[in-house]
């Protein structure tokens, strides 16, 4: 029996992805060979190369404007020091809403000087800073759109005058944006586009070629782009997967479509959360998550009791991270309504016991 899978990430991804991917890892296209044993240069993967950064731009309104994607190796981490690398050249702005934001920070600073334009640190990230300015003098501003381990989102598309990078990693596809405000997105696949491996990056190529130093091959938006994410060996099975999921989103719909459905689903637990007196939500209620639900116990000493109704109830991945503790629901593009209403039934089922 399929768990209902709240992990935050490697996380769920749709049934018939994993149908079509099971069968690709025995015989990819009827070749009679593994899709993980052809050679990534085989005209049957740079099919599948070209189909996801065509399918990522198209999905993010984006084609023919300017912006080139790409599969990359390393994970968002890696990117936190790519786009410094690629685009800081005197000074950058970041805005520091979690632990990820904080991580790019810290990898930024080996570049240059940084303004860390405001924080939400003082209340342990629970909120998104409003009312900030950036300074018109920097290469670029970073955000972080999600917040996976707080559970906070920015909802808006920030309109200042200089280039917008954002990390996307557990918002990409999730919700209708402007992407074409900004000028660099990168987000890594196990959230709501594939299995861990690879990182999607979405750039305009415009903002490249301005810093003074020399970057490495491997680190150089411009070399990916020329070599159309074939510098070096690619990660196939994941590159695939990623190409399934979001022909899988086209056909539902796109992103207005899922974006009704997402929601529903958040709509459906953060009402049981405010209604329910065992229960209290983490992030200020105006900056919550639509993919990452925070909430707490009012009363720990029903810990276990809960814990075993979710457990029984075959709820897989609800513990909160240890910077917050206790229960983090991640809601992401592939996990259906049902598995939220089998959450809520469970706070219900706590609400008459304890």
């Known amino acids: 029996m399929k768990k209902h899978n709240f992990s935050a990430g490697p996380c769920i991804l749709p049934q018939e992805v994993f149908k079509q991917a099971s069968e690709a890892v025995i015989d990819f296209n009827g070749l009679g060979l593994s899709l993980i044993e052809i050679s990534h240069r085989d005209k049957n993967f740079i099919e599948v190369m070209d189909q996801a950064q065509s399918l990522a731009l198209e999905l993010l309104g984006l084609e023919n404007k300017g912006y080139k994607a790409l599969f990359l190796q390393g994970g968002a981490s890696t990117q936190f020091l790519a786009v410094a690398y690629n685009l800081l050249n005197k000074k950058s702005a970041y805005l520091n809403t979690g632990t990820w934001a904080s991580k790019a920070i810290k990898e930024a600073r080996l570049f240059g000087e940084l303004v860390e334009v405001a924080s939400s640190k003082d209340q342990n990230f629970n909120y998104i800073p409003k009312g900030f300015s950036v300074p018109s003098d920097v290469d670029y501003l970073h955000i972080t759109t999600n917040n996976t381990i707080f559970g906070t989102q920015i909802k808006e598309d920030y309109n200042f005058e200089v280039p917008l990078v954002a ?30 491996g690879t990182t999607l990056v979405v750039i305009k190529e415009g903002i490249l070629g301005k810093v003074d130093r020399t970057i490495p091959s491997m680190l150089d ?5 020329d070599k159309e994410s074939m510098f070096n060996t690619p990660p196939v099975f994941a590159v695939y997967v990623s190409m399934l999921t979001l022909q899988w989103l086209k056909n539902l719909g796109g992103i207005q479509a899922i974006e009704k459905i997402n929601q529903e689903k958040a709509d459906l637990l953060y009402d049981e959360i405010d209604r329910n007196p065992l229960f209290k939500g983490f992030a200020a209620t105006e900056d919550r998550s639509n993919m990452n639900a925070t909430f707490n116990l009012v009363d720990e000493s029903v810990k276990d009791l809960f814990d075993g109704i979710w457990k029984d109830a075959d709820i897989n991945g609800l513990n909160g991270h240890r910077s917050v503790g206790g229960y983090r629901a991640s809601m992401y593009n592939a996990l259906p309504l049902n598995s939220v209403e089998v959450l809520v039934q469970a706070m219900q089922a706590i609400e008459k016991r304890a």
């Open 167 to 196: 990390d996307m990693s557990s918002d990409i596809f999730s919700c209708q944006r402007d992407f074409s405000k900004y000028d660099l997105i990168y987000a890594g696949a196990q959230k709501n586009m594939g299995p861990a």
């Open 221 to 225: 938006y411009k070399i990916h782009i």
